[in-house]
Structures are given as structure tokens and as C-alpha cells.
């Protein structure tokens, strides 16, 4: 899935708006400034079999909310992978982080899909550390950027996790991180989630045809597969942590 956020510049005085990071790496500002760090850590993958079996959940979000700093600090990027979708049982998302002198921002990774409902992913170090949502059978786990109750958040009975933060990614930016819906249920269709949401249920029966869940979404948790022919289904993949890093207006 294609990272779409808002501008690349135009914050306060021609500041960038929005960094996003999608692999490990030292980062180095480039400008002076002050910045906000969101941390999100990667997706659960989800399960699939012929019964119950549950998505991902999805990865933790940590938020420094102002940080000043200059063109010679260094930060260390960690970038958690989404765990893979798996036959009765996924993989569990891995850890993001950002360190520095005096700092260490820390949001694992979703819980692993299978024959019981996984937790989502917790954070340390933050001004705010919410855990992610927890996987269903309906779809993965969505990330919780303003810590709606990750057992009762949108989605979790309708397919895979909204993000509690949806509505049109590319205004993010200056602070906001606007993230979207999960996937639906479906029965063969695609049904990936977007944005910070989770994967939906694929049902689909039948020794013809393998079964995925979709696909979850920037630190959103893969949804569950459901075949009659067991090993025909499959959990989708648990979307990759990031981190974005945005300047905030003067």
C-alpha cells in the first residue's frame, strides 16, 4: 500500500510537514525546529483455518508532542515489521522506535491471529502510548492515535479495525495523523485495510480456491481467512510499523 500523507513542505517558514519513515535508519533533521514523533509499531498477522479463528492486532501508537531540536541531533529508527498471515495461526507484529540522547520511544507490535482473540500492541516512553486494537473474528486490529478503548473501538464487529483517527489521510500533517477504514467482510473480494486499519474476514469455501484475509494496513493487523478445506485458508499479512515525523508550525 502506497503512504500517502499531506505535503512534503509548506509548515511554518517552508518547514517540512510530514516525514515518513518506512525502514531502519539514523535520521538527522533538516532543519532546526520543533517537531512532533508518532510511532506506530507493526501489525499481528491473522489466522486462518475451516472454524473461528482471529486477525492480527494491531501495533501500538506512541506520540512525542513537541520535541525541539537541531540540525546536528541523531536519531535512531527502528521500524517494526507487520507479522505474516499464517495457516491456524499468524505472526506476531515486531517493535518500533526512535532513540536519542535521553529518549527512547518504544510501540510493539500487534498480537499474533489465532484461536483466541490477540491484544493489541502497547508503547513506552511517550507523552501518550496507546494500545493498538484487538484482532477479531471479523478482521485485525486498527491503531488507536486518540486511545479509544481498543475492545470497543470502531469496526471490531463490521471487519477489520478503523483507525479512530479516519477521515482523508493527505490532510495530515502539523501535528494530526488522520488515518482509515478497515476491511470489510467479504467472500473472494479485496479487502486489505487502509491506512492505520485493520484487515477484513475472507470467507470463502471450497477445495478451488484459497482463502486470504485481507491485508492490514500501516500497523493495522491482517484479517482471518475461513475455508471449508482448512488448508485452503489463510490470515493476511499485518501491515509494517512507521514513523512520521512532522514539524509543527511556529
Known amino acids: ?9 509548506g509548515g511554518g517558514g517552508g518547514l517540512p510537514v510530514n516525514i515518513a519513515l518506512t525502514e531502519s535508519q539514523t535520521w538527522l533533521p533538516p532543519v532546526d525546529g520543533t517537531i512532533r514523533i508518532h510511532v506506530i509499531g507493526g501489525g499481528g498477522g491473522g489466522a486462518g483455518y475451516n472454524d473461528t479463528r482471529y486477525g492480527g492486532g494491531g501495533g501500538g501508537y506512541c506520540q512525542l508532542n513537541s520535541l525541539a531540536v537541531t540540525t546536528s541531533d541523531s536519531f535512531v529508527v527502528m521500524i517494526g ?9 499468524g505472526a506476531a507484529g515486531g517493535t518500533s522506535s526512535v532513540a536519542s540522547t535521553g529518549l527512547l520511544l518504544r510501540a510493539f507490535g500487534g498480537g499474533a491471529g489465532g484461536s483466541s482473540a490477540p491484544t493489541g ?6 507523552d501518550y502510548n496507546y494500545q493498538g486494537q484487538v484482532g477479531t473474528t471479523y478482521g485485525g486490529g486498527g491503531v488507536m492515535v486518540h486511545g479509544t478503548n ?12 478503523d483507525c479512530d483517527s479516519m477521515g482523508d489521510v493527505s490532510l ?3 501535528g494530526l495523523l488522520i488515518g482509515g477504514r478497515g ?3 467479504s467472500q ?7 491506512f492505520l486499519a485493520g484487515g477484513g474476514l ?7 480456491y484459497f482463502t486470504v484475509g485481507g491485508k492490514g494496513g500501516v500497523g493495522g493487523g491482517g484479517g482471518p481467512g475461513k475455508n471449508s478445506t482448512y488448508y485452503r485458508a489463510y490470515g493476511g499479512d499485518g501491515g509494517d510499523g512507521i514513523v512520521v515525523i512532522q514539524y509543527l508550525p511556529s
Request: some cysteine.
Open 188 to 194: 473472494g473480494a479485496s479487502n486489505h485495510g487502509e
Open 150 to 161: 481498543p475492545a470497543t473501538g470502531p469496526g471490531v464487529s463490521e471487519g477489520g479495525g
Open 172 to 174: 495530515s500533517g502539523h
Open 121 to 126: 500492541g502497547v508503547c513506552t516512553g511517550g
Open 202 to 208: 475472507n470467507q470463502r469455501d471450497g477445495s478451488s
Open 1 to 9: 500500500m502506497a503512504i500517502i500523507l499531506g505535503g512534503g513542505s
Open 81 to 89: 515489521a507487520g507479522g505474516g498471515g499464517g495457516s491456524q495461526a
Open 183 to 185: 476491511g470489510d467482510v
